[in-house]
C-alpha cells in the first residue's frame, strides 16, 4: 500500500490551483468536472505525477466559498533542500510565511510554515535527500 493523495475542498479553484503552482512549484496533473453532482477536481504532485509520489487533489464543490477548517486537521509536509530559500521564493511569489524558517524547537531540524489561500498550512521540511524536480528549489 502506499498514499496516493491527500483531498482538500477549496473556495476557488483558480487561485488554488496558481498557488500550489505559482507559489509552491507543483504541476497541475489533471482535472476533471463533474456537472451533475456539482464539483470540480484538480490534481497536483511534483515530478510530473511521478506514481511513487503522492499527490494533492483539491476539490471544488460548486457555491462553496469557504469552508470550517476544524481542529483536527494538522498540515501537508514537503521536503526542501534549503527551507530558508524556499521561503524567500515563496514570499516573492505572494504566498505567506506564518512560521519562518528554523530548527524546530527542541531539535536541529529546520523547518517553516506556509499558508494556502484557503488557510491549510504547509509544513517545509529542510532535507538534504529531496530530490532534483521537486518544487521550492
Known amino acids: 500500500m502506499r498514499i496516493l493523495h491527500t483531498m ?7 487561485r488554488s490551483i496558481d498557488f500550489y503552482t505559482q507559489v509552491l ?10 456537472p451533475e453532482y456539482k464539483y470540480s477536481l484538480a490534481f497536483l504532485g511534483f515530478d510530473g505525477g511521478n506514481p511513487g509520489q503522492a499527490e494533492i487533489e483539491l ?5 462553496v466559498e469557504q469552508y470550517e477548517l476544524g481542529t483536527a486537521y494538522g498540515h ?11 521561503c524567500d521564493k515563496i514570499r516573492a511569489a505572494g504566498g505567506t510565511i506564518t512560521r519562518e524558517a528554523g530548527p524546530v524547537k527542541g531539535g536541529t531540524t529546520v523547518i517553516a ?9 504547509i509544513e517545509l521540511i529542510q ?3 529531496t530530490g532534483a524536480g521537486q518544487g521550492l528549489r
Open 59 to 63: 476539490t471544488y464543490n460548486w457555491g
Open 127 to 129: 532535507r538534504a535527500d
Open 76 to 86: 501537508i509536509a514537503l521536503g526542501v533542500p534549503d527551507a530558508y530559500a524556499a
Open 113 to 121: 510554515f506556509v499558508t494556502d489561500p484557503d488557510g491549510y498550512k
Open 8 to 14: 482538500l475542498r477549496v473556495g476557488n479553484l483558480q
Open 25 to 34: 512549484g507543483m504541476q497541475l496533473l489533471r482535472t476533471s468536472e463533474n
